[in-house]
Each structure stands twice: as structure tokens, then as C-alpha cells.
């Protein structure tokens, strides 16, 4: 099995950072995408960021020049650097793994936790 473990959310002031990771822990032959989403109350999950096994980042649109998608591929950990937060902001964040156990097998989906990153004065 594969678990995600996340860190570094919290209450933070608007204008401000914090930058989350997620470390993969299991069985794991490679990590294909990593991402982070996000879930607001009341609101649907949406994509924040996306990153491929060799560093090509995508980004919804409300991230694009505030936030930064990055990954260790030897530690299976994914990062998101958020700058200039907002309170709309304010959700849970959920990270995510599409995972190899072996070479040339099928990929498999995982999901955090999920935490929560409240921005408000």
C-alpha cells in the first residue's frame, strides 16, 4: 500500500506563505504525476497544480504566479509554495500520486489526507 503524508498548513495572515508537502511512503517503483487539490467549503475539489515525472508544471489559473508546484523524485515528495495568499484561499489541500509498483505495470491513484490552510486576518 501507498500512503501520503502531508504537512504545512495553517493559519496564515493574507499577503502571506507557506509551503506544503507530501511525502510517498510504500512499495513504490515510480511516481508518475504528483498534484495538489484543493476543497472549499461548500465548493467542489479543484486542481491547484500538477507536475510530471520530469518537472513540467501546470497550474489552474487562480495559482498561476502565486504558487509553485516542485518534486524530489528520490524522496517521493511533492511541494506547492504558496506566495501573496488569499482568503479565498482558505480550503483543504489534498496531494496526490499516480504510482507504479513495477516497471511497466498499470499506475494507481492516491490521495492525502488532506490540510487545511486557513488565510484570514
Known amino acids: 500500500q501507498v500512503q501520503l503524508v502531508e504537512s504545512g498548513g495553517g493559519l496564515v495572515q493574507p499577503g502571506g506563505s507557506l509551503r506544503l508537502s507530501c511525502a510517498a511512503s510504500?512499495?513504490?517503483?515510480?511516481?508518475?504525476?504528483m498534484a495538489w487539490h484543493r476543497q472549499a467549503p461548500g465548493k467542489q475539489r479543484e486542481l491547484v497544480a500538477v507536475?510530471?515525472?520530469?518537472?513540467?508544471?501546470n497550474y489552474a489559473d487562480s495559482a498561476k504566479g502565486r504558487f509553485t508546484i516542485s518534486r524530489d523524485n528520490a524522496k517521493n515528495t511533492v511541494y506547492l509554495q504558496m506566495n501573496s495568499l488569499k482568503p479565498e484561499d482558505t480550503a483543504v489541500y489534498y496531494c496526490?500520486?499516480?504510482?507504479?509498483?513495477?516497471?511497466?505495470?498499470?499506475?494507481?491513484?492516491?490521495w492525502g489526507q488532506g490540510t487545511q490552510v486557513t488565510v484570514s486576518s
Open positions: 496526490y500520486a499516480n504510482v507504479q509498483f513495477h516497471s511497466g505495470s498499470s499506475s494507481y491513484v492516491y
Open positions: 510504500g512499495r513504490i517503483f515510480s511516481i508518475n504525476t
Open positions: 507536475i510530471t515525472s520530469v518537472g513540467s508544471t
